[in-house]
């Protein structure tokens, strides 16, 4: 054997050594209370079994393979892996600083054909926080782009315990619109912004592509804006539209009704006002249940209990988290926002669906996760005890049927830094 195919077959060993020790085992979580998302009621002392990397098995009667690594799950509680519908997740790091952050691109021509894949980063210390801390799934969202009202395509992660987090490419296209959505070389005025959206829809389902290099351009916008586009009138791609005012959220209805276009609301803080006619066209919202006072004047009309009465109409709710929090602790906090849904009239399985199942159905993943279902993702979080009381912990977390470290940056930061090992002065 040549000493260069030998270094080669070193270095393959070296790649393929992390994924064989990250391989999934099969174990039995026994003694649990599982909130499985398939009842309102929880299965108590029930057992869960998962084998490469799927849940095999789920109910008071399952058995226990030979062989199989046992957790006791005495005290605990059992949910699937929480899904942030809205984050920053890999693609920002300090909030502060603008050299980590990749959600957003203000000078330039890309608009709709801005895609956020490029720059996930897998090995981000947010992720591996927010992994620990019970997220399995986040929406990896652009925030903007220099052709308003345009933020880009978002993109769905799967929160693995290996760099390749990346799992739906372009899951959504994602515009902002409202008052505090203005900028850029469409901006100004809301109405601007719909005049464009709208003809970009137009130009979309009615674009053909030229007959030859060099012919007159048959668009107001580039050929990859429109083609990104394009995916939503196709029915391939929904249009997530940031939108916080009634009077926005009730254009973003009417593009539903004149273009027949799959539409999801994010923010929605004054839904409620329209609950009735986004349950009668199935759009569902995206919103941030610890809105309590009106941020800006798209918000005058906000109200605590929106995610209940979103739920009582029968929109299709999900939750996110606001400012710094869309990347820092967008696990934690996202739980916590759950609980003060549910204080405020959310009731209690609604709002784990609006983390899990529910969630899922809205990205369109439910067929895969949502669910402890036999054939599902093993994607299982055991908490200390609900999950909505900010003092209840993740005791074990397992994405993809394997057991997360619950070790963080925050955790080696405090153990370096700690006064008991700083040295005497």
């Given at each position: 054997?040549?000493?260069?195919?030998?270094f080669?077959?070193?270095?393959?060993?070296?790649?393929?050594?992390p994924?064989?020790?990250?391989?999934?085992?099969?174990?039995?979580?026994?003694?649990?209370?599982?909130y499985?998302?398939?009842?309102?009621?929880?299965?108590?002392?029930?057992?869960?079994?998962?084998?490469?990397?799927?849940?095999?098995a789920?109910?008071?009667?399952?058995?226990?393979?030979?062989?199989?690594?046992?957790?006791?799950?005495?005290?605990?509680?059992?949910?699937?892996?929480?899904?942030?519908?809205?984050?920053?997740?890999?693609?920002?790091?300090?909030?502060?600083v603008?050299?980590?952050?990749?959600?957003?691109?203000?000078?330039?021509?890309?608009?709709?054909?801005?895609?956020?894949?490029?720059?996930?980063?897998?090995?981000?210390?947010?992720?591996a926080?927010?992994?620990?801390?019970?997220?399995?799934?986040?929406?990896?969202?652009?925030?903007?782009?220099s052709?308003?009202?345009?933020?880009?395509?978002?993109?769905?992660?799967?929160?693995?315990?290996?760099?390749?987090?990346?799992?739906?490419?372009?899951v959504?296209?994602?515009?902002?619109t409202?008052?505090?959505?203005?900028?850029?070389?469409?901006?100004?005025?809301?109405?601007a912004?719909?005049?464009?959206?709208?003809?970009?829809?137009?130009?979309?389902r009615?674009?053909?592509?030229?007959?030859?290099?060099?012919?007159?351009?048959?668009?107001?916008?580039?050929?990859?804006?429109?083609?990104?586009?394009?995916?939503?009138?196709?029915g391939?791609?929904?249009?997530?539209i940031?939108?916080?005012?009634e009077?926005?959220?009730?254009?973003?209805?009417q593009?539903?009704?004149?273009?027949?276009?799959?539409?999801?609301?994010?923010?929605?803080?004054?839904?409620?006002?329209?609950?009735?006619?986004?349950a009668?066209?199935?759009?569902?919202?995206i919103?941030?249940?610890?809105?309590?006072?009106?941020?800006?004047?798209?918000?005058?009309?906000?109200?605590?209990?929106?995610?209940?009465?979103?739920?009582?109409?029968?929109?299709?709710?999900?939750?996110?988290?606001?400012?710094?929090?869309?990347?820092?602790?967008?696990?934690?906090?996202l739980r916590?926002?759950?609980g003060?849904?549910?204080?405020?009239?959310?009731?209690?399985?609604?709002?784990?669906?609006?983390?899990?199942?529910?969630?899922?159905?809205t990205?369109?993943i439910?067929?895969?996760?949502?669910?402890?279902?036999?054939?599902?993702?093993?994607d299982?979080?055991?908490?200390s005890?609900?999950?909505?009381?900010?003092?209840?912990?993740a005791?074990?977390?397992?994405?993809?049927g394997?057991?997360?470290?619950?070790?963080?940056?925050?955790?080696?930061?405090?153990?370096?830094?700690?006064?008991?090992r700083?040295?005497?002065?």
């Open positions: 054997m040549t000493t260069r195919l030998s080669a077959l070193f270095l393959a060993a070296l790649q393929i050594a994924l064989a020790a990250a391989s999934a085992e099969t174990v039995a979580v026994t003694g649990v209370t599982a499985t998302m398939e009842s309102r009621v929880p299965l108590r002392n029930a057992t869960i079994v998962m084998s490469d990397g799927l849940i095999a789920v109910g008071t009667d399952a058995k226990v393979p030979s062989g199989a690594r046992v957790v006791d799950g005495t005290g605990l509680v059992a949910t699937p892996g929480f899904m942030n519908s809205a984050s920053s997740l890999g693609l920002t790091e300090v909030d502060s603008e050299s980590t952050n990749d959600h957003s691109v203000d000078k330039g021509p890309l608009g709709a054909a801005f895609d956020v894949q490029f720059a996930i980063n897998g090995n981000s210390e947010l992720i926080l927010a992994r620990a801390d019970g997220l399995a799934w986040a929406i990896a969202a652009p925030s903007g782009t052709v308003a009202p345009f933020a880009g395509l978002g993109a769905a992660l799967h929160l693995s315990v290996d760099e390749a987090v990346l799992q739906i490419p372009r959504a296209l994602f515009v902002e409202g008052g505090e959505s203005s900028s850029g070389t469409n901006g100004g005025s809301r109405s912004q719909w005049l464009v959206l709208r003809q970009a829809l137009a130009e979309a009615d674009h053909r592509l030229r007959a030859r290099p060099g012919a007159p351009r048959d668009s107001s916008f580039s050929r990859q804006d429109i083609a990104a586009v394009k995916a939503v009138v196709d391939d791609l929904p249009l997530v940031g939108a916080d005012r009077s926005d959220i009730r254009q973003a209805i593009l539903v009704d004149d273009f027949g276009i799959r539409v999801i609301i994010k923010g929605a803080t004054e839904a409620w006002r329209v609950a009735d006619a986004l009668e066209r199935a759009i569902p919202a919103v941030d249940p610890s809105v309590n006072l009106p941020l800006y004047f798209d918000q005058l009309h906000v109200r605590t209990d929106n995610a209940a009465l979103l739920h009582d109409a029968g929109v299709l709710v999900s939750f996110k988290v606001s400012s710094v929090h869309t990347s820092l602790n967008a696990g934690f906090t916590e926002v759950a003060v849904a549910v204080r405020h009239g959310m009731p209690y399985h609604a709002a784990l669906a609006a983390l899990t199942v529910d969630a899922a159905r990205w369109g439910d067929d895969r996760y949502g669910t402890l279902t036999a054939g599902k993702t093993a299982l979080v055991l908490w005890r609900d999950p909505f009381e900010p003092s209840s912990t005791v074990h977390v397992f994405v993809d394997i057991e997360v470290t619950a070790s963080t940056r925050q955790d080696r930061l405090r153990d370096r830094y700690h006064p008991d700083l040295p005497s002065p």
